[in-house]
């Protein structure tokens, strides 16, 4: 039992660190209608834009938190407007986009590589190592705080979608971009917007990935699978990109913990293109004229 | 004189020169040649010119007290520049046009295993220095000619930590993690287990991972339920210090061993108070008396520290000279046959060669223990 309930938490929190990448993964998909693989780049650049703030720059945690998620969403932008915007502008077809897309991540990665180098880094300390134990459960610091950031970011998104006037033009323009710009919405700028709120996710899930593991040009690769966890809640669905990643990451958990972690992604891919073969809009996806 | 004519001429102008150049190279005094093959641009080039740099040095000292069996060794080194295929053509370089004797290096199982046809067509022996790949001298369980190694092999390393873990430090239950995409992890994993449960240990768990996680978590929570005294963790450094990282936040207090894919500086920036007291198993240590002599040579000739390279290559040199010695003999197959039957001391170890796989057995590895985050010589051990 006790063994199950450790599973369980060491599932929830490969899973909320899997939820915060794949909602930028999915926010992108609801107005653009494709996959934003440059965005595993920026969440990469996130996690060393954090790094320097707090060695090089020798920035407050908070601040050097905060920082680094301002900077991931300015680079969000960037890629946005120079990789997406002029082929938005010539209605290019949908696959040049994913091609585009590609070739940024892996910009973003060699020019990582390139300038800062190939070698990772390791975050200074900010909260102690030792666990909490409650009972023979043992539950990290960092998980818990990352756990309470990855809920209160997506409660925030949530309300800013749900309740603000912006929100609702994103939510517009994600239903029918042509009929939101006719009602009057700069529908551009909702685009920049939503890229900087990607970015800033990203930079979020950057720090939190480089605190709790390494920071490292080819992290971006990881994020892989919190896009095929978005996939599997529903692409540009965000309560199916969270759901789908938890999921995810609890089903990685218990099959290496209960049957066997060699053949862990071997299954767990297998049940989620069962899934998919069934349900193919994903868990939490709808007919596909409702997104966001 | 026409186009036609002015080409034969200036071919048989070349055909004249290249033939005075033999001339002249056999009419000099006796030279044996030894050919050396590594990297010395990109990345491993500070350990390929550390071993250039030894092989010299060596051929050096050697020519000041006589030579060997009279003539004077000359090495010729070729930089592969990390690239397999110059490998290849370095080796043919060296064998057809230098007319070496034998070949020492390249360092890395991937150069080392293509250049085994051009040895063999050849016939000219190789010595690799620290190409740790089984199939850099067995392929499908037949030995190649006229491939050798100085270096233990990768699976070796996993007898030696599993008979250190059960006759050294006395435990009887362990586990294992490993890479499941990596052959190096699994060469290691596979012979810990046979070694462990041949000599009576119990294997309590035996978990995976890919390679690019980040998270073993799972894995370690079953290793935890399994309550083993030693844990395993053939693999390299950065995974060394995320899965030691979260065994100890997992409360498991076993102590941990790995091979050589650890020792590293960053391991102890990311991981100091969680490998506190684990075992490394390595090819040599820096700290070894035995291997004293030679750095302060090297060091007093070429005003640099010796990489883990150089001291291999030092002892494929002692291989070279005794097998050249024993055979009385200059010719490339005889030094061949010799090769088989070495058995000498070098400073790494006993080098005992194996006729059948080509690899010395039995060699001594250095056990090395982490003590807070220093790496600290233990003793020299061989299952």
């Known amino acids: ?292 | 004189m026409s186009i036609k004519k002015k080409r034969v001429f200036i071919l048989a102008a070349c055909a004249a020169l290249c033939l005075g150049l033999f001339a002249q190279g056999s009419a000099a005094e006796k030279v044996v040649k030894l050919g050396w093959v590594g990297s010395l641009t990109g990345d491993q080039a500070i350990w390929g010119q550390c071993e250039l740099n030894t092989v010299k040095m060596m051929a050096e000292e050697l020519n000041a007290a006589g030579g060997l069996l009279g003539a004077k060794v000359e090495v010729v080194g070729y930089d592969h520049r990390g690239d397999a295929m110059e490998c290849v053509n370095a080796v043919r370089r060296l064998t057809s046009q230098d007319k070496v004797v034998c070949i020492i290096g390249p360092n890395a199982s991937g150069h080392a295993i293509p250049i085994a046809s051009v040895l063999e067509e050849m016939k000219v022996p190789d010595i690799a220095t620290v190409a740790t790949n089984p199939k850099v001298t067995v392929v499908d369980g037949k030995v190649k000619p006229f491939n050798f190694r100085v270096c233990f092999i990768d699976p070796y390393q996993g007898a030696v930590a599993a008979g250190f873990a059960y006759d050294v430090l006395k435990f009887t239950k362990a586990a294992v993690l490993y890479d499941v995409a990596d052959d190096y992890s699994q060469g290691l994993t596979e012979f810990f287990i046979k070694t462990f449960t041949e000599k009576g240990g119990k294997i309590v768990a035996k978990e995976a991972f890919k390679f690019g996680d980040t998270d073993f978590r799972p894995q370690l929570s079953k290793i935890k339920a399994a309550n083993p005294e030693i844990i395993f963790m053939p693999y390299f450094f950065k995974e060394v210090a995320l899965s030691s990282n979260q065994a100890r936040e997992l409360g498991i207090k076993a102590t941990l061993m790995g091979g050589d894919g650890w020792p590293s500086e960053i391991l102890i920036q990311m991981a100091k108070d969680a490998v506190h007291g684990s075992y490394v198993v390595n090819h040599l240590d820096f700290d070894d008396p035995e291997v004293q002599d030679f750095k302060t040579r090297y060091t007093a000739k070429y005003k640099r520290a010796v990489e883990l390279n150089g001291f291999l290559a030092h002892d494929a040199f002692l291989m070279f000279v005794d097998a050249a010695e024993r055979a009385n003999s200059l010719n490339p197959v005889a030094i061949r046959d010799a090769l088989e039957s070495t058995d000498i001391k070098g400073i790494t170890g006993n080098i005992r060669i194996n006729p059948a796989t080509h690899n010395p057995e039995g060699k001594e590895a250095a056990i090395i223990r982490i003590m807070d985050g220093n790496y600290v010589f233990q003793q020299k051990y061989a299952p």
């Open chain 1, 1 to 292: 039992m006790a063994q199950f309930l450790q599973q369980m938490i060491n599932g929830l929190s490969i899973g909320s660190v899997y939820a915060l990448m794949a909602v930028g993964y999915s926010l992108v998909y609801s107005i653009m209608s494709f996959s934003n693989f440059a965005h595993g780049g920026v969440i990469m650049l996130g996690s060393y834009f954090g790094f320097y703030l707090l060695t090089l720059a020798h920035w407050a945690f908070p601040a050097a938190f905060v920082g680094a998620a301002l900077c991931s969403a300015g680079l969000a932008v960037i890629v946005e407007r120079v990789a997406y915007r002029p082929l938005r502008l010539r209605n290019a077809p949908f696959l040049y986009f994913i091609i585009s897309a590609m070739g940024a991540s892996i910009f973003l990665e060699n020019f990582v590589v390139a300038t800062i180098g190939p070698t990772f880094r390791t975050y200074p300390t900010v909260l102690p190592r030792a666990p909490i134990e409650i009972g023979s459960v043992y539950i990290g610091r960092l998980d818990i705080m990352i756990f309470i950031i990855s809920a209160v970011c997506l409660a925030l998104l949530v309300y800013f979608l749900d309740r603000t006037k912006v929100g609702k033009a994103v939510q517009a323009t994600a239903h029918n971009a042509r009929a939101a710009k006719l009602m009057g919405i700069n529908t551009d700028l909702v685009i920049t917007l939503v890229f900087a709120i990607g970015g800033l996710l990203a930079g979020v899930a950057g720090v939190m990935f480089g605190m709790k593991y390494t920071v490292y040009p080819q992290m971006g690769g990881i994020t892989i699978k919190s896009f095929i966890a978005a996939v599997f809640g529903g692409l540009g669905s965000l309560p199916g990109a969270v759901i789908g990643s938890l999921i995810l990451g609890i089903m990685e958990t218990l099959i290496s913990g209960y049957f066997s972690s060699q053949f862990r992604d071997l299954i767990s891919f297998t049940l989620l293109i069962a899934v998919l073969v069934f349900r193919p809009m994903g868990l939490m996806g709808k007919a596909t004229e409702e997104k966001a």
